[in-house]
């Protein structure tokens, strides 16, 4: 099992509509979580930050984490074609010392 | 403006050339790391820095060489490349190492060609 799985889409929605992006882990040890969204042929940037369970909201951003489920979430509310990339999940902590990243969805928000 | 720059953007080079790839990072980080980026692959860490000594080597072939001559500048040296190895490197700082909850910030990234 790999240690973190994350759909690689493409997800293709309408303008307006909100976008769900999710991630799940196997390794329990994880204690902090991070968003990252990549544009065509541009490094990642850091989108959302969060340690342990909960939300935490940023604008139109809310990153959702459930570690009794192993689960976490990045939502978009009123997307906009602006949001159109790659968004790739982090994490890492306990023995982990390197982040783990997934392989990212590629989201696409048509106008 | 990440704070990251890495040149060149773009580099094409034949199997039997040898070229680098240059990092400086603005933000007075510690650590300081290479990664490769292929399409549908999670980004591959492939060296790590802290205080300009290597502190993980992830099995990455001796054809990529990196120095970290200070803690503002990296550079991965590639020599005798194969066209398996074209993908996009990504250099990355971070105030120390990340076991302890600090981010990573990213270059915009060097577009490796080998032909």
């Known amino acids: 099992q790999k240690e973190v799985e994350q759909d690689p889409g493409p997800l293709s929605v309408p303008e307006g509509a909100i976008v769900s992006l999710n991630c799940t882990y196997s390794?329990?040890?994880?204690?902090?979580f991070m968003w990252y969204r990549q544009y065509s042929r541009k490094g990642p940037e850091l989108l959302m930050y969060t340690y342990s369970s909960g939300n935490k909201e940023d604008g139109r951003f809310t990153a959702q984490v459930d570690k009794s489920s192993k689960y976490i979430s990045l939502f978009i509310r009123d997307s906009q074609p602006s949001d159109s990339a790659t968004y790739l999940c982090?994490?890492?902590?306990?023995?982990?010392?390197?982040?783990?990243f997934g392989k990212g969805t590629k989201l696409s928000v048509k106008p | 403006e990440t704070g990251v720059t890495q040149t060149p953007r773009h580099l094409v080079m034949g199997m039997t050339n040898k070229k680098s790839l240059k990092c400086e990072q603005h933000l007075g980080h510690n650590a300081m790391y290479w990664y490769k980026q292929s399409a549908k692959k999670p980004l591959e860490l492939m060296f790590v820095y802290s205080l300009e000594e290597r502190v993980e080597n992830n099995s990455v072939p001796s054809r990529f060489s990196p120095e970290c001559p200070n803690s503002s500048h990296l550079f991965l040296h590639l020599h005798t490349l194969q066209p398996e190895d074209s993908a996009l490197y990504l250099c990355a700082s971070s105030q120390d190492l990340p076991g302890t909850g600090n981010t990573i910030y990213f270059g915009e990234g060097s577009w490796l060609t080998v032909v």
């Open positions: 390794n329990s040890a994880f204690q902090y």
């Open positions: 982090a994490m890492g902590g306990g023995s982990q010392g390197n982040l783990i």
